[in-house]
């Protein structure tokens, strides 16, 4: 009880000794008494000010390289596809392809078409074979050559002297094949220009499109099937040729702009982590999917021991010029706003600021921190409610 009385009247005395009184009668012949600046700062809200004894900081200016970790996955070097159409109208009698991804080889067969037209014109052309009209029977053939009949085909129709009914369909390269309408989705393809002969069947175009896929292979069953009718020009198959591979890492805008072309990065599987590979940025394109913007970058791999689909990381350094830098810990994030309680007059008062990168360690302060103090961490200052009220803001 003797101690309690101690500190009582010793907090009764601290409080008058505070307390200014003014000579100037007031209406009424009264005096008012002015209440002093350390008695207010103790009578403010602590989520607007708050008294404490905590160690401080400055500021850090100038520049620092921050290591960031993007996600990427493998994808097919699509400048080397090659699409299958149908050069004819008609049905298919016999299709081979009966999964998406399905490994094909140069001259493999994919399927055997019916159509009308060919049959025709093959008619056409025993007929011209029974004439002396060598100009009419040349021009048969080309005819038919056009169509996708291959000159090997052509052949054994005048030497059997039989309609080929079904005719067969190729594979003009060698790769994964899959079906168009399963294929990724692309922006801005370029056109198609036609390619080679030899075993393509009904032809073969080898299509370089700027793809932007970012979706993981799947050998799901095709939805073409057999006794199902295809136009003419429809396409129907695409090859994506397995000697080159390439990874396509998503960068979210801000980061985006501090990346170049030829930059170098180091990446490594997401299933092994210890096992790193170097690469350099080939291409930057940037994209627009589902409302959302950023930026694909692409690494064309060297290394062959990676597959379509495998999940990557990448860790490229960036380095940030003539800037403030605080610890993380100084920096209290409320929701978009970015909080650090400066120190002025012996309290601290929660002052909003502006932000740019966060790592892991830092962040980046886009205002002006000049000459000011303040926690140096601003989780201490925080009640348990993580209300604060934001009177100011630096520039």
């Avoid at 075993?199 to 979706?215: E, I, K, R």
């Avoid at 008062?349 to 790592?359: D, L």
């Amino acid at each position: 009880m003797r101690n309690s009385y101690i500190v009582s009247s010793i907090a009764v005395v601290l409080f008058f000794i505070s307390c200014k009184e003014k000579t100037a009668p007031a209406p009424g012949g009264h005096k008012e008494t002015v209440i002093g600046s350390d008695v207010k700062q103790l009578t403010q809200p602590v989520n607007q000010q708050v008294v404490a004894s905590i160690p401080v900081l400055k500021g850090v200016y100038g520049s620092r390289i921050i290591t960031h970790d993007v996600k990427g996955i493998v994808n097919y070097d699509t400048k080397n596809q090659t699409s299958i159409s149908s050069r004819v109208s008609g049905r298919i009698e016999k299709l081979l392809i009966k999964y998406n991804y399905q490994p094909v080889k140069t001259g493999q067969l994919i399927m055997e078409l019916y159509s009308p037209d060919l049959a025709a014109a093959q008619q056409e052309l025993l007929y011209l074979a029974g004439t002396n009209d060598t100009a009419m029977l040349q021009r048969a053939k080309e005819k038919l050559q056009l169509a996708g009949m291959q000159p090997a085909q052509i052949a054994a129709v005048l030497r059997s002297g039989k309609i080929l009914y079904r005719v067969p369909v190729y594979s003009p390269a060698s790769g994964f094949i899959l079906e168009k309408t399963g294929a990724p989705v692309v922006n801005a393809p370029q056109t198609a220009a036609p390619a080679g002969d030899g075993m393509s069947g009904m032809g073969g175009t080898s299509a370089p499109v700027n793809s932007s896929a970012n979706s993981t292979p799947t050998a799901n069953p095709v939805l073409l099937r057999e006794g199902q009718y295809v136009n003419a020009g429809q396409s129907i198959f695409t090859i994506y040729q397995s000697g080159q591979l390439l990874a396509e890492f998503a960068f979210p805008p801000a980061l985006a702009a501090k990346i170049k072309s030829a930059q170098p990065l180091l990446f490594w599987s997401n299933e092994n982590n210890t096992d790193m590979f170097s690469g350099k940025i080939g291409l930057i394109e940037p994209v627009l999917r589902n409302g959302e913007n950023f930026t694909l970058a692409r690494v064309y791999l060297i290394q062959q021991r990676f597959q379509a689909g495998q999940l990557l990381t990448a860790s490229i350094p960036v380095v940030y010029r003539n800037s403030w830098w605080l610890p993380k810990e100084a920096v209290w994030m409320q929701g978009q706003q970015a909080v650090v309680f400066i120190k002025e007059n012996n309290v601290f008062s929660p002052v909003q600021i502006r932000t740019g990168v966060i790592n892991k360690e830092w962040v980046q302060v886009l205002s002006d921190l000049n000459g000011r103090e303040m926690a140096a961490n601003a989780y201490y200052l925080v009640d348990s409610e993580s209300f604060i009220k934001v009177h100011q803001s630096l520039q």
